[in-house]
């Protein structure tokens, strides 16, 4: 098995596409206040936030497995296609991989999502697993957005 791969994974969700997409802009604010035990906090350190050449320091809650303290640089925004990439670009995780960039789209399906996400990676070392427990994390926040965004339109 070699040091880089992708993984990809796909969720479907309730929430309407445009709703969805605006969650996840608004996840600076929205991931800390919603999601205590996954985001302590998100910080802005350049740029607004969202647009590319954004750097975002992330520390994770008790719900995060492998890091507890992230940055991230948003590399592209496709506001058309609700498509966003970003590159961890400091914390524990460049322990484990020299290189991860993730990307996030989302595409309407009936009335609801469908959430794509891929992870390209090159690890630091062979013993190193593949990121299957940040897939699955992502995996897992797709899913409390939604339930997030279903209950407030439900409120």
Known sequence: MGLSGVLHVEVEVKSPAEKFWVALGDGINLFPKAFPNDYKTIQVLAG???APGSIRLITYGEGSPLVKISAERIEAVDLENKSMSYSIIGGEMLEYYKTFKGTITVIPKDGGSLLK???E????AHEIDDPHVIKDFAVKNFKEIDEYL???SSA
């Open 48 to 50: 607004d936030g969202n």
């Open 150 to 152: 279903l209950k407030q």
């Open 121 to 124: 990676f090159e690890k630091t």
């Open 117 to 119: 996400w891929s992870g």
